[in-house]
């Protein structure tokens, strides 16, 4: 049973390029969260997608944006990149369950993006 | 909004010395996580505790959680070097977003 996945595991760009990250979620997850982490800081919510729509969004600017797929995989695009957004992006998936039992997110290994 | 901090921030230890790291966090949930992340690796999972007074243990590492006092505690027995990775604790309610602390870098020193 495969895990999360991501794609690319690095990637350098310039500022004001655009760049696009994917993910694969573990089998039997249909929702997917994406989250940055600067170095030497914890992790912080992008968004999370649940049936192709953006279901929570966290302090990020419009330049950050999503997508779902119908087999649950999910993009996120990057605009005009700034040397800011230079961090490790994960990605975590898991599956909305009734309130009897709960949904532990599972992280895929991220991204490494660097913007020079 | 939720708020999770953690203390130390840094800790060196001596190999075979116990140490606990601690987790406040602002506002009710109901579980909380803890992982550990080596350099330019992703988030380990160590444990899931869900309920008052939840105690959970693996090999060197218990970790309880106090929904009361909103208080989870990471105890460390007699570190050893690959105990050496930088842990966060997390929380969140029901599907939502998770809160990471800020990450304690625990450091072994032979």
């Known amino acids: 049973d495969a895990g999360v996945t991501q794609s690319p595991t690095h990637l350098i760009k310039t500022r004001g390029q655009q760049v696009t990250l994917r993910c694969s979620p573990k089998?039997?997850?249909?929702?997917v969260s994406w989250y940055q982490q600067a170095l030497g800081q914890g992790p912080q919510f992008i968004f999370q997608y649940y049936e192709e729509e953006e279901r929570q969004r966290g302090n990020f600017p419009d330049r950050f944006s999503g997508h779902q797929f119908p087999n649950y995989s999910s993009e996120l695009n990057v605009n005009a990149l700034l040397l800011g957004d230079s961090a490790l992006y994960l990605c975590?998936?898991?599956?909305?369950?009734?309130?009897?039992?709960?949904?532990?997110?599972?992280f895929g290994p991220g991204t490494r993006l660097t913007v020079l | 909004e939720l708020k999770v901090e953690q203390n130390p921030l840094f800790l060196s230890m001596q190999e075979g010395k116990n140490y606990t790291i601690y987790c406040n966090y602002s506002t009710t949930s109901d579980r909380l996580y803890w992982y550990r992340q080596d350099p330019g690796k992703s988030l380990e999972s160590l444990f899931v505790l869900l309920s008052n007074g939840a105690v959970k243990q693996e090999g060197r590492l218990m970790a309880s959680l106090d929904t009361k006092a909103r208080l989870s505690t990471l105890h460390i027995t007699a570190a050893v070097h690959d105990l050496s990775a930088t842990y966060f604790c997390a929380t969140n309610f029901g599907n939502e977003k998770l809160t990471f602390g800020t990450g304690t870098r625990l450091t072994i020193i032979p």
């Open positions: 089998s039997g997850h249909d929702t």
């Open positions: 975590a998936s898991s599956r909305i369950a009734d309130s009897s039992s709960y949904n532990e997110q599972f």
